[in-house]
C-alpha cells in the first residue's frame, strides 16, 4: 500500500487517514504461521508546524502455543505506532525518521516490521505457567506427575547408576 503523503507535507494542518488490510499470512514464525487473517491498519499523516507525524493502527490475531506449556492460543494483539517523516536526511538522524524524498510512503513494510519488532519473545499463556515436565510430558497446569525431581549433578550421575 503506497501512501501519498505530498499535500500533508505541503500544508501546514494537513492530515490524511488510510485504512487497508496487510496480508501477513505467509509470514513465518518459530517454524510455523501464527496469522490465519490480514492484520486492519489505519494510518493517519498529519503536518503539525512542519513535523509530520505517522499514526499507525494495527489489530490481528496471533495464534501461537505457549512457550513452556504448548497450550494453543489465539489472541487479539493491537499495536499502535508513531513515526516522524521527511524529505530529505541531513546527517545521521536516520534512526529518528522516515526519509519520503518523493512525498510516498510504502506502509506495507514499514507496518510489518513495526508488527514483528513489537511481538513478545516469549508467548504464554499465562505468567505462572508451570510447563510440560521434562521427563513424561505431563502439562504441569493441569496435574502433578509422579517423576523423580531430585536434580543430580552430572559429574555424581554414576554414583546414582549403582543406586539405580
Known sequence: MVFDLKEVFERDGAAKTVSFELAISDIEIDGGYPFNSPAKVTAIACNKTGIVRLYIDTEFVYNRPCDRCMKPLSDVMEYSFE??????????????????????????????????????????????????????????????????????????????????
Do not use: W
Not at 534512526?95 to 512525498?103: N, R, V
Not at 510440560?132 to 517423576?147: I, V, W
Open 83 to 164: 513515526h516522524r517523516l521527511i524529505t530529505s536526511l541531513c546527517g545521521d538522524d536516520d534512526g529518528d525518521y522516515i526519509e519520503t524524498p518523493d512525498f510516498r510512503l510504502e506502509l506495507d513494510e514499514l507496518v510489518l516490521s513495526d508488527i514483528l519488532l513489537e511481538l513478545p519473545l516469549k508467548y504464554l499463556c499465562s505468567d505462572d505457567c508451570k510447563g510440560l515436565c521434562p521427563k513424561c510430558g505431563a502439562n504441569l497446569n493441569e496435574s502433578e506427575c509422579s517423576c523423580d525431581k531430585r536434580t543430580i549433578d552430572p559429574r555424581l550421575e554414576v554414583l546414582r547408576q549403582l543406586l539405580d
